[in-house]
């Protein structure tokens, strides 16, 4: 989570603010807990590759409620995302089908 200048006067450059660290935390652990994106579905080769998901979340105005609207982001953009098929050749490249 990214509060910047550009959402309030509040935050500057630099280290993330407290308010990020904690929303991140939240995040984490809702996506984790609620099973929206099953840990199996980002595995192409058990023990040795994965998927690995990012989640950028850029806040535009801190007026309002920072922690529904981002959640709500989040959740939104899980429940469509499209993980690829992949296939992994016996010399170990892994192959998007």
Known sequence: VILSPLCSSLFSIGRPP??????????R??????KLISLEDLCIEPGRLA???????QCLSYAGNLTDAT??????????????????STDGKVMIS
């Open 51 to 57: 998927w690995k998901l990012c989640i950028d979340a």
């Open 29 to 34: 652990s809702l996506i984790c807990d609620s």
């Open 18 to 27: 407290e308010e990020a660290i904690i929303l991140e935390e939240l995040i």
């Open 71 to 88: 959640v709500l982001s989040v959740i939104s953009c899980l429940a469509k995302i499209k993980i690829p098929p992949t296939v992994t």
